[in-house]
């Protein structure tokens, strides 16, 4: 893609990807023990890395969705090599690849300013909690409602759930998330329709879910109880909840999770219009 004084930019390898996520790892964002695979299925174009000769210094993924949106992750610089100017590089790199979409990021605090300079706005926080498993504090009932597996749903009806939830169809993506080794997914039916579901998946450290989209407050707090549930005393689990969704912030309290970790869900482009008040925990920050 594009050569200067030996840094060379191009797409990577899956093994590189591998490699970039123990980067992730290294800087304590606890990756999913397996979301390299899902993310790399979803778009193999959308992953770049730049290099010093042969050897991997910078990362950012650029994944396209559909037509008209993308979403920008795994923007990271070896230690050594940072203060170089190849993470500027690779980021024009990473944008042109989006251009003419709506692109969005998940920015942390330190590097918020310098997105808006490339012309991303914040849309709304996304806060970080953690709570343990055994910690079960206030539970609602559902009417008329079940949980399930999510492979006894029709995956054409999830998808089309999912596509309510987010700004275009993530089919790929979907196919792989929900069905990944080691994860829990369930699905709430309320009178024969999907209402809402929920995928929890081993990390690093602990657990992580996400999404999890749920119709109602009440039947978001059923799904987010049963996918914790099996969850040993004392284990760490994690839920990014965007902040205008206050019922999503209720149910943390109740749960007594705290927050240790905000971004801004920045926004290069129109935003797109999504139903946060649907939205109790957003898939990840790298992929949106």
């Given at each position: ?17 591998d490699t970039v996520v123990e980067w992730a790892a290294k ?159 369930l699905g709430i039916v309320e009178n024969t329709r999907i ?94």
């Amino acid at each position: 893609m594009s050569e200067l004084s030996g840094y060379t930019i191009r797409t990577m390898t899956r093994p590189e990807l591998d490699t970039v996520v123990e980067w992730a790892a290294k800087e304590g964002w606890n990756p999913g023990t397996g979301d390299a695979g899902c993310f790399y299925r979803t778009d193999p174009e959308g992953f770049l890395v730049g290099l010093l000769g042969n050897e991997p210094v910078a990362a950012i993924s650029v994944v396209r969705y559909g037509s008209s949106s993308g979403f920008l992750g795994f923007y990271l610089v070896r230690p050594e090599y940072r203060g170089m100017g190849l993470g500027l590089r690779i980021w024009h790199a990473g944008l042109a690849r989006l251009e003419g979409r709506t692109a969005g990021l998940d920015g942390v605090v330190a590097q918020q300013e310098n997105y808006r300079k490339s012309g991303f706005t914040p849309a709304w926080r996304n806060i970080r909690y953690e709570g343990t498993g055994g910690n079960e504090g206030k539970k609602q009932g559902i009417k008329g409602g079940s949980i399930v597996p999510i492979s006894e749903l029709p995956f054409e009806k999830l998808l089309e759930y999912d596509r309510h939830c987010f700004p275009e169809e993530r089919r790929t993506f979907l196919e792989c998330w929900v069905n990944r080794q080691g994860s829990r997914a369930l699905g709430i039916v309320e009178n024969t329709r999907i209402a809402g579901y929920g995928v929890i998946r081993p990390c690093r450290n602990g657990f992580r879910i996400g999404p999890l989209f749920a119709d109602r407050a009440d039947l978001g707090e059923a799904l987010f109880s049963a996918l914790k549930a099996p969850l040993p005393a004392g284990t760490p689990f994690f839920l990014d909840i965007p902040e205008p969704n206050s019922s999503a912030l209720e149910m943390a309290g109740q749960h007594r999770m705290r927050p240790v970790f905000e971004t801004s869900r920045m926004y290069r482009g129109e935003p797109p219009e999504l139903p946060l008040r649907k939205t109790f925990g957003i898939t990840t920050f790298e992929l949106g």
